[in-house]
């Protein structure tokens, strides 16, 4: 799908249930046209990952995704040799009375593809969407070693050679800033943050992704949301916990919120017991009463 403009991006998106703000929008369309990587930041939970997976099902290719962690390395993101495969092509050959040579045993056929050597296979016919997750989780070394893929698109395997994508990937990548990423990558990419959206925005996703959940219910839940948005919490709920927990009050059948039915499922919105301790009770039926009156 060729996008001929920012509003047909951001109206295909919606189509695919994702609310852009006009300025995600503009900065993805660049990415495209641009074929830089789009290097997103923001809370956990506001939709950053949601966007490669939309853009994927939009250029219809598929979703290649890196989830990053601590001690992630070559050989889990880029490539590694499959030893047991080797191994049993050695004893073939010794059975035959053969020996295996290191051009041999070290060739494409043995080779293990992980996810960016994946994204820049020669072959492919039309880019893939590489998603590189929670980048922020990963070592320095790491993310060093991305500046060449990146770059170039392309991968050094000493025992093969260089390694270039004829149809570079669209290249998305993510960080909850846990920790500062390097300007060295920051510089390779366009840069955008996703901000936990406005009472209106986020009330329409719910209304997009859940248009089954009651409208009293709907808009409860988003003020009830956007208010522990503003309390002193060790973590606040992001978009994701919202629909969760829409979807969790529309399976009870609940048709709007009273302060019981929200004790009992804050857990679908909290994940720290001490920010369940500090909101239930009191707290809840504080927070309740004022949503009714700002939202009904």
Not at 58 to 87: F, K, P, S
Not at 132 to 156: H, K, N
Request: hydrophobic share 40%; charged share 30%.
């Amino acid at each position: 799908m060729n996008f001929t403009s920012i509003d047909s991006l951001q109206s295909a998106m919606r189509e695919k249930h994702y609310i852009a703000e006009r300025g995600l929008a503009t900065s993805l369309y660049l990415a495209l046209k641009l074929n830089r990587p789009l290097f997103l930041e923001g809370e956990a939970g506001v939709g950053k990952t949601e966007v490669a997976k939309v853009i994927a099902s939009l250029l219809d290719t598929d979703l290649i995704r890196l989830q990053c962690y601590e001690g992630l390395d070559v050989h889990h993101a880029v490539y590694e040799w499959n030893y047991t495969r080797q191994m049993m092509h050695i004893r073939l050959l010794e059975a035959r009375g053969d020996r295996a040579s290191e051009a041999e045993l070290f060739g494409p056929e043995f080779l293990l593809r992980r996810p960016l050597l994946q994204a820049i296979e020669p072959s492919r016919e039309k880019p893939a969407v590489l998603l590189i997750d929670e980048l922020d989780r990963s070592d320095d070394e790491f993310e060093a070693f991305l500046l060449e893929v990146l770059s170039d698109f392309q991968i050094t395997i000493p025992e093969i050679g260089t390694i270039k994508a004829s149809n570079p990937p669209v290249v998305v990548i993510t960080s909850n800033r846990t920790r500062e990423v390097h300007d060295a990558l920051k510089r390779r990419c366009l840069y955008y943050w996703i901000d936990y959206p406005s009472f209106e925005k986020e009330l329409e996703i719910v209304r997009t992704q859940l248009p089954d959940a009651p409208a009293q219910l709907a808009r409860q839940i988003t003020g009830f949301i956007q208010a522990l948005r503003e309390m002193d919490l060790y973590k606040l709920p992001g978009v994701a916990e919202t629909l969760d927990w829409t979807t969790a009050l529309v399976a009870l059948d609940q048709k709007a919120l009273d302060p019981v039915i929200v004790d009992e499922t804050l857990g679908a919105v909290l994940k720290y017991q001490d920010d369940v301790d500090k909101i239930k009770g009191e707290q809840t039926r504080l927070i309740l009463e004022r949503v009714n009156t700002e939202v009904g």
